[in-house]
């Protein structure tokens, strides 16, 4: 292994630029940039680890200058700015993140170079490219760096033959809560069964099986203040169609490439629920993709309010046997969903339950129960799959006409 003297007089003979001289003792010194680096140990004739120190940066030493191993990446700085400029023209952004493709040549030179001399101290040429254009950029723009969460990725292509910025525009996120009022529409849009989305008589050439869905209800004003290409939604979970929802169900909207972000979520809010009373929606908020993930994982535990109709008249007495359905019961997957969900006997745990009677052969039921509880099935029995049930407690066959989410842990 070289000392830092040792190694500076074998590179001198490379006839290296400041760049390219310094970046081989990048890791020295704190506060420098390469070219700095390069000038000192250019300009001393006696150099050692302590010899990176501002105070001994030479006044004639300035960026942008070229070598073998560099070509012209560094003169051509301006010009790569100018091409991330040009390309983030369109867009609204706060942070962006630069990668670098040098050209083929260069990285060949700089991998001849650490063979022969080592890697230590050394900084890929990449490296100190996309600092030098993000500082740039962060004073031009007035935009940061942002390593974890850019709001677009940036790769400039240095090859002469390509010669372009290549980027990948990060998605809006938008946390929020709804409420379902309507019993008439799902989460998200569903293609026609008939046609399966290419529209027929069925379906009035909509190719959809609901005319509106939770997710179109919100998305449109986003759209049009963002001028994405795309919206997707995620709920934390979904309620049946005819199910309403009024425990403010968690869900993050997520625009696909937007070109605007930067929007008024409290004006967009009250337009979403002044536009439809099929829903509404409350406390959005900008959020990142982890989230989006937490919210689908996640296990609420929930509350229900069911309508609940029998087919023999039942008596207070009947109906006090519920009560034996608090604690732990045993699910087989229901008849219902058995085509998407792998056959199993779940566990689940009923915390309360509470009913009240509203007709010979109708009652109300409220059941907070444990997250992933099939409460049509605790209700109706589903053949003896899930047990205990409803029906069995009760003594008639008893079926669910009505259910409302009314409250979800959050
Ligand atoms: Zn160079
Ligand atoms: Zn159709």
């Known amino acids: 292994m070289y000392t830092v003297q040792e190694k500076r007089d074998l590179l001198l003979e490379e006839d290296l630029c400041d760049h390219c001289l310094g970046r081989q003792f990048a890791k020295l010194g704190h506060g420098l940039e390469n070219y700095e680096r390069g000038a000192i140990i250019r300009e001393k004739d006696e150099v050692n680890e302590n010899s990176f120190a501002r105070d001994n940066i030479p006044e004639e030493a300035e960026p942008g200058s070229s070598c073998h191993v560099c070509q012209e ?7 790569w700015v100018e091409l991330v400029e040009d390309s983030f023209e369109r867009y609204e952004l706060d942070t962006f993140l630069i990668g670098i493709r040098p ?5 060949k030179a700089e991998e001849e170079l650490w063979e022969e001399y080592g890697l230590e101290w050394v900084e890929p040429i990449k490296t100190e490219l996309s600092r030098l ?8 723009l007035g935009i940061e760096v942002d390593f974890k969460r850019p709001d677009i990725n940036a790769i400039i292509e240095m090859e002469e033959s390509k010669d372009r910025v290549e980027m990948q525009v990060n998605s809006l996120l938008i946390y929020g809560q709804y409420n379902k009022y309507s019993r008439e529409i799902p989460q ?3 293609h026609c069964r008939n046609c399966r989305g290419d529209g027929c008589d069925e379906c009035d050439w909509t190719g959809k099986q609901y005319t509106t869905s939770v997710q179109e ?3 449109d004003p986003f759209m049009r203040e963002t001028k994405g290409i795309e919206a997707k939604f995620h709920g934390g979970g979904r309620e049946d169609v005819n199910a309403r929802c009024l425990g403010k169900r968690e869900f993050v909207l997520e625009i696909i490439e937007p070109l605007n972000r930067n929007l008024d979520l409290k004006e967009l809010q009250e337009e979403v629920n002044e536009s439809t009373d099929k829903i509404e929606v409350f406390e959005l908020q900008f959020t990142h993709k982890d989230k989006a993930a937490d919210i689908k994982q996640k296990h609420a535990d929930k509350e229900y309010k069911a309508v609940i109709e029998t087919e023999d008249e039942i008596t207070e007495e009947d109906l006090d046997n519920i009560s034996k359905a608090v604690g732990e019961i045993k699910q087989d997957t229901p008849e219902r969903v058995e085509h998407r969900r792998a056959d199993k006997t779940r566990k689940r745990e009923i915390y309360e339950v509470e009913w009240e009677k509203t007709g010979d052969k109708e009652f109300e039921l409220t059941v907070k129960a444990e997250a992933g509880t099939y409460i049509k099935e605790l209700i109706h029995g589903d053949e003896g799959r899930t047990q205990p049930n409803v029906s069995e407690l009760i003594g008639t066959s008893a079926e669910c006409v009505q259910l409302d989410v009314t409250w979800i842990e959050k």
Do not use: A, C, N, Y
């Not at 990446?73 to 010009?79: A, G, L, Q």
């Not at 050209?103 to 990285?107: E, Q, R």
């Not at 254009?133 to 031009?140: A, M, N, P, S, T």
């Open 188 to 190: 998200t849009e569903w």
């Open 217 to 219: 209800e919100i998305q």
């Open 73 to 79: 990446v560094f003169e051509k700085m301006d010009h």
């Open 133 to 140: 254009i993000g500082k740039r950029l962060e004073e031009e």
């Open 103 to 107: 050209p083929s040549d260069v990285l």
